[in-house]
């Protein structure tokens, strides 16, 4: 479903670091001990970093001027995919500055990584519904990898990232046009296959 309402707030979380305060255990350690150990750092998590690096201040300003959010109806919050004006934003995981992007494609995860295939197929038209319980055994995870689509961008520098995510087949137009009318000023490519815009999978070699 698009959201309309994002909490920026919470779109930008980023968890404060372990509090790595006075350490009661050094009182039994040597002095030499002390002196040649190396406290470890604790380490800063990607987003945190992403955030910092592009201001979170100017993040703010950027998703307040243009905003497309969409997110599978009842699913958890660090689900949702963020189009702001000049960023694609996965909370708690990436953000990706779309005036990098040389080309793009929306496709399907690859056969080898969706198990949930025929179960994707099977639950075409049903909504997603967190409590629903299949008949097999070890399908618990398929309810929600069901809407799993993968983005895959190269960057200017002919680097490769593949972001996969969870949208309903009826978001996924709207996504794609929404990324395209990003991108457009900037000439990158759309190499998108149709299938995955109607929910479809394209058969395939394992």
Known sequence: MKVTDVDTGLLLYTPALADHGYDHDEEDQGF?????SKKEEPEVPFFNRRVEEFGRDALYDDIK???DAYMVKGAPFETMVVLSKSYLILPGKEI???YDVFKFAIQNERFDRRPYEQYAIDRFNE?????????F????????DRFNIMLTITDENKLDYEYIFPMEVADRKDFREQLNERLSPIGALDFSDED???????????
Request: charged content about 35%.
């Open 196 to 206: 995955v815009m109607e929910g479809t999978f394209t058969e395939e070699e394992p």
């Open 96 to 98: 990706f500055p779309l």
């Open 137 to 144: 055994e070890g399908e618990e995870s398929y309810e929600l």
């Open 32 to 36: 030499f001990k002390k002196l040649f």
């Open 65 to 67: 001027e243009k905003c």
């Open 127 to 135: 909504p997603y519904d967190p409590s629903y319980v299949s008949e």
